[in-house]
């Protein structure tokens, strides 16, 4: 699952899936049917599948908008084919087939279309993401938490958490590939890998999660709300003085940020720590008392 508020990513992913309007006027050519026009239409979106590298979100949004064309030139040929006949009956059902396929696509697009605008991950009805998508895998430290000290609310909420955790941390790492200025990109990149501490961390002790919980939701969605600015504005600085001036607010800023993410691991880490060393003098007592 991916989202954006890229608003470049946002604009392509929703061209991806209106491209699809292109089977219609394609069908009216001597050389195309109905479903050879909705296959024909997909080559845009084949094409942005492909050319798509570090755009993950419009990369996905144009596999969905192939896989939607491939289930209209099959429902097209269904009906063709279950209709094909000359007489009135056939063509009367063969029109209400498509007008039905048409309602579909167009209710289709409409809702693709609202979800793209506003960055969130689009599945079609029949997609393959949406029919076959694998469930985040638990490690065994997380498997062996949420069995033992959570209540199936507090499970679900974990595993959420540490989806949207992972998700932001790829969206980050999508805009550190765009920026184009050396340091701020050096320290986009360091706060990456120390996301990626923390986030072994959790997986590897799941307890520090909860009461990180908000801690790490408002510092990611803040971060990739100042570096999706960034990058937006970033090569505007010739159109407008000011841009420069706030741009150059933002390394200062990722340093602060940074400095807050390390303090919360070492933080973890003295956590571990205390347990560990109450650990050991429960062991010693215990040991005392047994006379050993």
């Not at 009135?88 to 396929?101: E, N, Q, S, T």
């Not at 709300?225 to 800023?253: A, C, F, G, M, S």
């Amino acid at each position: 699952m991916s989202e954006t508020k890229n608003k470049d990513e946002q604009s392509k992913a929703r061209g991806f899936h209106l491209l699809s309007l292109l089977t219609y006027p394609l069908a009216l050519l001597p050389i195309f049917n109905l479903p050879t026009a909705a296959l024909a239409a997909a080559l845009a979106p084949i094409l942005g599948w492909f050319t798509s590298k570090e755009e993950k979100y419009s990369k996905e949004q144009a596999q969905e908008a192939v896989f939607f064309q491939i289930v209209l030139a099959v429902l097209f040929s269904g009906v063709a084919w279950s209709f094909g006949g000359a007489e009135v009956a056939d063509k009367f059902l063969r029109f209400l087939g498509y007008a039905g396929i048409g309602v579909f696509h167009v209710i289709s697009l409409i809702v693709a279309s609202i979800t793209t605008s506003y960055g969130k991950d689009f599945k079609h009805l029949f997609s393959p993401r949406r029919l076959f998508s694998k469930k985040r895998e638990l490690s065994p430290e997380e498997e062996q938490y949420l069995q033992n000290e959570l209540d199936n609310v507090s499970k679900k909420i974990y595993v959420e958490v540490m989806k949207l955790c992972e998700t932001r941390t790829e969206q980050i790492a999508t805009l550190s590939t765009k920026i184009l200025d050396y340091n701020t990109k050096s320290k986009a990149n360091a706060i990456i890998e120390q996301l990626h501490k923390l986030l072994d961390n959790f997986r590897k002790d799941p307890r520090d999660l909860p009461p990180s919980r908000h801690f790490m939701m408002y510092t990611l969605d803040n971060l990739v709300r100042i570096l999706t600015k960034y990058v937006d504005l970033q090569n505007e600085t010739h159109k407008n003085p000011e841009i420069q001036t706030i741009l150059e607010k933002v390394p200062p800023t990722l340093d602060a940020i940074y400095s807050a993410l390390e303090k919360h691991y070492i933080k973890m880490l003295e956590n571990d720590i205390i347990d560990l060393d109450v650990d050991l003098e429960v062991m010693q007592k215990n040991i005392e008392m047994g006379g050993l």
